[in-house]
């Protein structure tokens, strides 16, 4: 067990539907990352946040957004879904600011759109 | 476009045999290769590498960084079951905003046979 909670484990929804992801990261890490897991695009880094603001961005897509709150939880939102978003969904939180070394990571969502 | 390539894509071995995964990569603006370790959940960090030549080693595994001739190799000798996973190697960029990002290859599955 990392320390890393994400919930919900598992969610179902329609093309079109917007839904939200959360995850706490470990006591005392400021960081948190967010990763999605296909099998058409394998493991992909979306976004990170280091104590509320946005520290880094990846592949993530116009239709997705993230934020991390004052409690450092933060939230995957995704909307507009499609079929290819279907996937894993990891976050990730780190007590470093920058880098990718020194990461723990939850143990995903997995999102399917029918 | 940052290119991380792993090969093989499959590799099935006995246990006791010694194994030598490869990741190269094509990026601009380099900063560290990390490999990861996934079995059914979430990566576990292994290794980051940022200077040519210089061997990181745990245990039974190791790995060593060619910046020269962009790739990464990952040994690992004395093989056991439960090195049975998928290792993701990824390569962390500075983008053109300054900031960091991660790509990742496709990974290389790895099973030992008892």
């Known amino acids: 067990d990392s320390g890393v909670t994400q919930t919900p484990k598992h969610l179902i929804t329609a093309t079109g539907q917007r839904v939200t992801l959360r995850c706490s990261p470990r006591s005392g890490d400021l960081s948190v990352y967010w990763y999605q897991q296909s099998l058409d695009q394998g493991l992909q880094f979306l976004i990170q946040?280091?104590?509320?603001?946005?520290?880094a961005k990846g592949n993530i897509l116009e239709r997705f957004s993230a934020q991390q709150f004052p409690d450092l939880h933060s939230e995957l939102n995704l909307s507009s879904l499609e079929l290819g978003d279907s996937a894993l969904y990891f976050c990730?939180?780190?007590?470093?600011?920058?880098?990718?070394?020194?990461?723990?990571f939850g143990p995903g969502t997995r999102l399917t759109v029918t | 476009e940052d290119k991380v390539v792993q090969s093989p894509l499959s590799l099935v071995v006995h246990e006791g045999d010694t194994v030598t995964l490869n990741c190269s990569y094509e990026v601009t603006n380099f900063r560290s290769l990390l490999w990861y370790k996934q079995e059914k959940k979430a990566p576990t960090f292994l290794f980051m590498l940022t200077s040519s030549g210089i061997e990181k080693k745990s245990g039974r595994l190791s790995s060593i960084l060619d910046k020269k001739e962009l790739f990464s190799i990952l040994n690992i000798t004395a093989t056991q079951t439960g090195d049975s996973a998928v290792y993701l190697c990824?390569?962390?960029?500075?983008?053109?905003?300054?900031?960091?990002?991660?790509?990742f290859g496709t990974g290389t599955r790895l099973t030992i046979i008892p």
């Open positions: 946040y280091y104590n509320g603001e946005e520290r």
């Open positions: 990824a390569v962390v960029v500075i983008s053109n905003f300054g900031n960091e990002k991660l790509t």
């Open positions: 990730a939180s780190s007590p470093k600011g920058t880098g990718f070394d020194e990461q723990y």
